[in-house]
Every structure is written in structure tokens, then in C-alpha cells.
Nanobody, 125 residues
């Protein structure tokens, strides 16, 4: 089954930066990986995704130009560099892995077969 382990969350002031990491363990090579986030009282939403073979990336409009998703050369670990953080970025951030597409949008939770337990990001104004 494998697991995903996130790290790098924390508390920063608005305008600051954080870098999240996601380390897969015991998994097969994925088709894509993504970062989602969930704020209290809100639905989980897709933040960014990377297709591991092509390196193609996609982003939610709310984070375009501020966040960057990337993978290491071994195409195992993925990262989310978050710059110019805003209070509305406060959420639990989750790493997700997809082995194949079910034809859903990358923002659909149903596309993903394995989830991490999350890392908290808190941005104060």
C-alpha cells in the first residue's frame, strides 16, 4: 500500500514563505502527485499537481504565481514552495498520489489513491 509523509509546515507571517515536502514510501511509480489543503469548515481543495513523467504542472487560480510544485530528480519526493503567503492560505496541507487517471479533474479527490496525514500551515496577518 505504501505511505506518504509530509513535512515542512509551520507558522509564518503574511508575506513569508514555507516549503512543504512529501516523501513516498513503499509506493509504485505514480502517474501524478498533488497537494491539497483543507481549512476549518471548508472542503478540501486542490492546490497544485505534477505529472511525474512529463513534469507538467497545474495550479489552482488562488495560488498561481505564488506557489511552485516540483519533484526531485529521482521523481520520488515532491515539494511545494509557497511564497507571499496570505492568511487565507491557512489550512492543513495534504500530499496525494495517483497511480492512474479515473478521468476526473486533477482537483478531484477521487483521482488519488493514497493520502498523507497532513501538515499544518498557519499564516498570521
Amino acid at each position: 500500500q505504501g505511505q506518504l509523509v509530509e513535512s515542512g509546515g509551520g507558522s509564518v507571517q503574511a508575506g513569508g514563505s514555507l516549503r512543504l515536502s512529501c516523501a513516498p514510501s513503499g509506493t509504485y511509480p505514480p502517474n501524478s502527485m498533488a497537494w491539497f489543503r483543507q481549512a476549518p469548515g471548508k472542503r478540501r481543495e486542490g492546490v497544485a499537481s505534477i505529472y511525474t513523467n512529463s513534469g507538467r504542472t497545474v495550479y489552482a487560480d488562488s495560488v498561481k504565481g505564488r506557489f511552485t510544485i516540483s519533484q526531485d530528480n529521482a521523481k520520488q519526493n515532491i515539494y511545494l514552495q509557497m511564497n507571499n503567503l496570505k492568511p487565507e492560505d491557512t489550512a492543513m496541507y495534504y500530499c496525494a498520489l495517483s497511480y492512474y487517471t479515473d478521468g476526473e479533474s486533477w482537483t478531484s479527490e477521487y483521482e488519488y489513491h493514497l493520502w498523507g496525514s497532513g501538515t499544518q500551515v498557519t499564516v498570521s496577518s
